[in-house]
């Protein structure tokens, strides 16, 4: 449903099956024929519900996307109305479109980037079983599992400049000269060995909270690979006299290529389109607006039904090109994962 | 020094650097992990004026726990509180709602995918799939626009609908995947002796699957639990039918409410889930990393 859920993992359909009992010719197509015909009854719920509800929204979308809708004219609108490319001028030329759109992809790149790296960093520590493992596990799946509201909640009350916990630590145990408003400044500067740099606060903030949130997916997946790894190639190499370090880089990281390709494109696609945690964070404020806070707020706030279908549109158009792009490059070595 | 020497200090250096990392990087992970629920919960437990007073206490000692914060969160708003009961109330319905009627249509499909040959299969469990990839902002337009237009915006039925169009085309896949991995002659032996093929399905393959159904409901449950952004579109001109995530998102705006008190209500959004999950972990995690032991 959402970046929220756990995902399906992407898997091989095993092959088709072929009756193997040798059933008279008669008998068999009676009984195949039956089956296709429970087959489509038992599948027609599901089918219809989500035709209804997922598919022909969908088709609306491009439709809406061509017109003028606006909340105060819905009424008055049909399937036939003036079908025209203004939404997607207007969209395009609008001022902070393209700004939104690269917030996206620094967003998406940058969470994908930290969650993986987290996930790969925790399956790492946690390989060698230990006593109370098991718990150290599930505790790190929970930022994964609570619900988003809640946690961001909880974050932008620790962040908070007046009473929140990090600034109070930071300013009085860290030496932080004032507290830093981690929500809704758009740019510090920090100064590192004499140099300025200007450090986009709020986005940093944000791609943080998608990193702890996601990384127990990555984390999860990424521990079951490991597990699958035979035990013998790493005792191999250790006869050998590889270090821990050369028995990664050689042996366990190609191992988990695959896999780290999938979930890259799992999280690109789910951060990608994420609203929620950007929303309740920022409200889209401070440099943080992704476009989907942007259909959002033309929908809702300015009530342009056409503008916010157009841009929907657009970044699920852009959406569908990367990962067809990223799957012709990387697509072979992808399909056994 | 040998280069077989060289190997063996480099490879007793690396070893003892990880033997002391691997504890500092798990407690790391622990903590950051950890932290921001031992905060909800402890901030649950203290006054607002506590909290401003001393922001940075980590700890509260017993004699200073507060219930008035839950009592607050709770208590219906024409008595002073801020309504979460009825907020627990709308989610439950839904959640729970969600849950059957998606398993009603999701366990039947999932099964004619996984055995039946019909026309169109492979192109249906094509299309479940990629309803699982559709970004959600671009549906939010149509369903939105499609709501008001009939009249269901504002009402439980109508969320409930879309959540369960959502979740059954992934319960499908996740059940199909399960489904698969029955053996088909258990089912021939009982085909042979006469059982019909729903008959089968009722009485082999369903007993077989439950591990499966119960872990796929438990998650349905979670992902309609924490859901918000169709609950912000369809509901939010209507607080009495709010649900827990979305009751905490608009208070939590607003400044009259003090943060202690929707603490209180965080930790009331996130428990159930916890509980749900600590009940189920090995079952859910089992069949969430299902496929990707296959290598």
Known sequence: MSPGGPAV?????????????????????????????????????????????????????????????????????????????DNFTAVLTSSGFVDALVTTLVYAVCGTGVAISLGLVAALALRQPFRGR?????????????PVVAAAFVWSTMLNPQYGVVNEWGTGLLGWNDPIAFLSSRSDSLSLLGVELPVPTALLTVIAFEGWRSFPFAF???????????????????????????????????????????????????????????????????????????????????????????????????????????????GRGEERA | MSDRTR???????????????????IVGLLLAALFPFYYMVLLSFRPLNNLLDDPGALWVPLSEIDLGTYRDVLAPVDSGGQGFLTFIRNSMLVALGTVVLALLVAVPGAYAVSRLRFFGRRQISAMFLAVYFFPSILLAVPLFVFYTRIGLRGSLVGLLIVYVAQVSAVSIYML?????????????????????????????????????????ALFIFMIAWNEFLFALLFLLERRENWTVSLGLSRLSGSIEVPTTTLMAGSVILTLPIIVLFFLSERWLTGGLTAGAEKG
């Not at chain 1, 098991?134 to 609570?146: D, I, K, M, S, T």
């Not at chain 2, 190997?7 to 990087?25: D, H, Q």
């Open chain 1, 9 to 85: 993992p992407v898997q091989d359909r095993p092959p088709t099956r072929e009756s193997p009992v040798a059933t008279p010719r008669h008998g068999r197509s009676t009984r195949a024929r039956q089956d296709a015909r429970t087959g489509l009854a038992l599948i027609s719920p599901t089918f219809v519900i989500v035709l209804v509800m997922v598919v022909l929204p969908i088709v609306w979308t491009v439709s809406l996307a061509f017109q003028q809708v606006r909340l105060l004219n819905l009424r008055t609108t049909g399937i036939v109305g003036d079908y025209s490319l």
């Open chain 1, 134 to 146: 098991g718990l150290v596990r599930a505790a790190l799946l929970l930022p994964y599992v609570a």
């Open chain 1, 220 to 330: 999860l997946f990424l521990t079951a690979r490991l597990e699958a790894i035979p035990e013998t190639y790493e005792e191999a190499a250790k006869l050998d006299g590889a270090t821990p370090t050369q028995r990664f880089r050689h042996i366990v990281l190609p191992q988990l290529l695959p896999t780290i390709a999938v979930l890259s494109v799992l999280r690109f696609i789910w951060t990608f389109n994420n609203f929620d945690d950007i929303w309740l964070l920022t409200g889209g404020g401070a440099g943080t607006e992704v476009v989907s806070v942007r259909v959002y707020n033309f929908l809702i706030a300015r009530g342009d039904i056409g503008a916010a279908a157009a841009q929907a549109l657009v970044l699920a158009v852009i959406l569908a090109v990367l990962v067809t792009v990223y799957l012709r490059f990387f």
């Open chain 2, 7 to 25: 190997g063996a200090v480099r490879n007793t250096m690396e070893e003892r650097a990880l033997s002391v990392l691997r504890p500092l990087i």
């Open chain 2, 176 to 216: 199909r995947n399960y489904f698969d991995t029955i053996p088909e002659s258990l089912e021939e032996a009982a085909a042979i002796d006469g059982c019909t093929r729903l008959g089968v399905m009722r009485h082999i393959s369903l007993p077989l699957a439950m591990p499966a159904i119960v872990s796929n």
